[in-house]
């Protein structure tokens, strides 16, 4: 599976590409990569995403990477934001590859990144200090008048609370649990939305923002299940709604209020998530994770790895049949 993935995604350069952004590059797909190749054991591979991210993406004047990148345009990183779920990612893969491929330089630079994290993309929460910190999309330009935009699928509990526990950075675990809060209030109400506005009286849609469950809060589910949080209700609201579905199909976007699928896709990598999350609701032997198919996007692609990895490390029982 990691070698067809690595030749449908990966560039000699080691370059991530999405193919269907323009063929760019984004320092999340940096990171997402890193992480495959540090949990599968390729450090070539590995060695090669971090030295292109590195000289592409971290070129911001602290350790935080731009977010995107164009091959085709005169100036290939037209926007110097970060994204701070890219930065986790590759916080925590370079993190899990000095400890794989024994490089403490790695480590160092994951120290650094989790530094400028903290410090640019933890925010108070508006409602005060009985509320725990929040992690934001990016350094800038996610607050508003009454508090901040916020994505619950950036906080990736597993990621956060590994990187916080090696570095002493108490700040990140309790913005972990925050993350873990705000999504489990949300789906008192229905499935989680891909967007959120915070604010001193609550959780609210963000203006201009998408608040049904489509591409972004899909990971929500994959990474609560990762992270061993099988029982959290988000994972709940997301299989219920993905049983409403045919079996040859799975919701991509999915109305809040309702539960009702507003878009359904075939493709392997969105249905490997749905059988996942069934099957741990459903506290099954056995689920009906898909084949990996070179066919699959990059995202999508990258998707159902995850959820292998997170089958094999977390929900043993759900094992593809």
């Keep these: 599976v990691w070698l067809a ?50 000289l592409n993406l971290a070129i911001r004047s602290d350790n935080l990477m731009a977010w995107r990148w164009f091959p085709d345009d005169p100036v290939k990183v037209p926007d110097l934001n970060n994204a701070s779920d890219g930065d986790l990612f590759r916080a925590w893969a370079l993190l899990r590859a000095s400890r794989r491929f024994n490089v403490p330089e790695y480590r160092e630079t994951a120290g650094l990144i989790v530094t400028d994290l903290l ?57 972990a649990r925050g993350g873990v809060e705000v999504a489990r209030t949300l789906a008192q109400d229905g499935v989680v939305p891909d967007w959120v506005e ?22 929500l589910p994959l990474y609560l299940i990762w992270s061993g949080l099988r029982d959290h209700p988000a994972v709940h609201r997301y299989a219920e709604a993905q049983e409403r579905v045919a079996p040859s199909l799975a919701a991509t976007v999915i109305d809040r209020q309702t539960g009702l699928a507003l ?35 990059y995202y999508p692609g990258t998707l159902q790895v995850f959820t292998m990895i997170a089958q094999i490390e977390a929900s043993p029982m759900c094992i593809p049949i």
Aim: aromatic letters at 8%; proline letters at 7%; a negative charge.
């Design 5 to 54: 993935w690595r030749s449908s995604n990966l560039d000699p350069t080691g370059r991530v590409i999405d193919q269907l952004q323009q063929n760019s590059s984004h320092s999340e797909g940096q990171g997402y990569g890193m992480l495959l190749a540090a949990s599968l054991g390729d450090q070539r591979s590995f060695d090669r995403m971090e030295t292109w991210a590195r």
């Design 119 to 175: 410090s640019s993309c933890i925010a108070p929460h508006p409602a005060g200090d009985a509320h725990d910190p929040l992690l934001i999309p990016g350094a800038q330009g996610f607050g508003t008048d009454a508090g901040f935009i916020y994505n619950p699928c950036y906080a990736m509990p597993l990621a956060m609370t590994e990187l916080a526990t090696e570095f002493d950075a108490p700040a990140l675990a309790r913005a």
């Design 198 to 219: 915070v604010t001193p009286n609550g959780l609210r849609a963000a203006e201009g923002y998408s608040f049904d469950s489509g591409y972004e809060a899909m990971r």
């Design 263 to 297: 878009a359904t896709s075939n493709d392997p990598g969105y249905k490997a998530i749905s059988a996942l999350a069934r099957c741990t609701v459903r506290q099954s032997v056995g689920s009906q994770i898909p084949r990996f198919s070179t066919e699959s996007p």
